[in-house]
């Protein structure tokens, strides 16, 4: 299966939950490999502020990076950070040099952490995640969202 990204802005979150996790960690691999990828964590990243939920984030002020993995060898590893300060989020592709909390982890582990598939202690304990600051906020990180589930 590949991921069309002409076809992002006609699908909801939910479809493209279920597309993703409908694929298997070999055609998610591959497809992150593609020419597609930058499209693809856009797509992924850019919804963030969309299911953000401020009632649940009062008072946190919270960077958190997610450096995906799986990349060509040109450009291996691809970085962006949701951002939590003042009652609102935002994303930026543009990693700084201070965050909170990093996750470093294949295309095949942020699939199966956004869409429910997977358990982000089961795959931290598992070696699928590395977690680099503050793990507290990093077991915290998913509350503060409705992210759809496949």
Do not use: N
């Not at 493209?16 to 930058?38: L, N, P, Q, W, Y």
């Not at 797509?43 to 502020?49: L, S, V």
């Amino acid at each position: 299966m590949d991921l069309d990204p002409s076809s992002f802005d006609g699908i909801t979150a939910a479809e493209f939950a279920r597309i993703v996790g409908g694929m298997s960690d070999k055609e998610i691999a591959a497809t992150m490999r593609g020419e597609h990828r930058v499209e693809i964590l856009e797509a992924i990243f850019g919804r963030f502020p969309d299911f953000f939920r401020p009632d649940r984030a009062a008072g946190v002020s919270q960077v958190t990076q997610f450096r995906v993995t799986g990349g060509p060898a040109a450009h291996p590893e691809d970085t962006f950070e949701v951002v939590i300060e003042g009652g609102r989020c935002w994303v930026s592709d543009e990693p700084g040099e201070r965050y909170d909390v990093s996750l470093r982890m294949g295309p095949s582990e942020l699939t199966k952490l956004l869409t429910g598939r997977g358990s982000a202690t089961m795959l931290v304990m598992r070696g699928k995640i590395s977690v680099r600051g503050d793990l507290s906020r990093a077991a915290t990180f998913s509350s503060y969202f409705d992210l759809p589930k496949a």
